[in-house]
């Protein structure tokens, strides 16, 4: 859990309810961590943060509507889609999709996000708190190009660049695995090698026979 993260989540309703169930005290530390450092602020980016979006090809995004209401998106590319650009700041470019722009119009009403970005396979999930600001490709043509991946199918229409406050590695206790098509090929292969293997040998011993 980053420094901030913890004054950000743990409203006093919240800590309410961790107190009813006995978790209070052990989450109020991480509550005087960023109090003692003088509230929340930015929290840097690790490696561990780093290696991880970099090899991710997806996560969920959270805005608010004018109504209140929370809209969350899936957002999906090649893996490392998702930059860091440094410490503080994440992107990615925007493709054009079905043209209802809700996340992007929610965006201009408020710029605070939250951001789940999971791993199924290795069952870890990263929460992330940010306010991000929405950049058109007109406006900025090189950050577009940056961001930008080669065998993406659409076109940047923009890109979305995330300041970070926050953010925390969730309990792998209920994520379920599941595994895309490259993580499974290399054991896959190895499959199909030791069939052709075996039917090279069976039809070897037919021959014989």
Same mark, same amino acid.
Request: no cysteine.
């Given at each position: 859990m980053s420094r901030s993260y913890a004054a950000l989540a743990f409203t006093d309703r919240v800590r309410a309810l961790q107190e009813q169930h006995g978790?209070?005290?052990?989450?109020?530390?991480? $509550?005087?961590? !960023? %109090?003692?450092?003088?509230?929340?602020?930015?929290?840097?980016?690790? /490696? +561990?943060?780093?290696?991880?979006?970099?090899g991710r090809d997806g996560f969920y995004l959270a805005t608010t509507s004018e109504t209140?209401?929370?809209?969350?998106?899936?957002?999906?590319?090649?893996?490392?889609?998702?930059?860091?650009?440094?410490?503080?700041t994440i992107a990615w470019a925007d493709l054009r999709?079905?043209?209802?722009?809700?996340?992007?119009?929610?965006l201009a009403g408020d710029d605070r996000v939250s951001l789940i970005v999971m791993d199924y396979a290795h069952r870890r999930r990263?929460?992330?708190?940010?306010?991000?600001? $929405?950049?058109? !490709? %007109?406006?900025?043509?090189?950050?577009?190009?940056?961001?930008?991946? /080669? +065998?993406a199918d659409g076109v940047v229409e923009r890109s979305v660049v995330v300041?970070?406050?926050?953010?925390?590695?969730n309990c792998p206790q209920h994520i379920t695995p599941r595994f895309t098509a490259a993580e499974l090929a290399p054991h896959?292969?190895?499959?199909?090698?030791?069939?052709?293997?075996?039917?090279?040998?069976?039809?070897?011993?037919?021959?014989g026979s």
């Open positions: 978790s209070g005290a052990a989450y109020a530390r991480h $509550v005087a961590r !960023a %109090q003692g450092a003088g509230g929340p602020g930015h929290d840097p980016l690790d /490696d +561990d943060v780093r290696a991880f979006l970099a209140g209401w929370p809209y969350v998106q899936f957002r999906g590319g090649a893996d490392g889609f998702l930059r860091v650009l440094d410490d503080h999709g079905n043209l209802q722009y809700v996340s992007t119009g929610n990263l929460k992330i708190f940010g306010r991000a600001r $929405v950049v058109t !490709a %007109q406006e900025d043509p090189a950050l577009a190009a940056r961001l930008a991946q /080669d +065998d300041t970070v406050e926050a953010y925390d590695w896959l292969e190895a499959l199909q090698a030791r069939i052709d293997a075996l039917e090279t040998e069976n039809a070897a011993l037919r021959a």
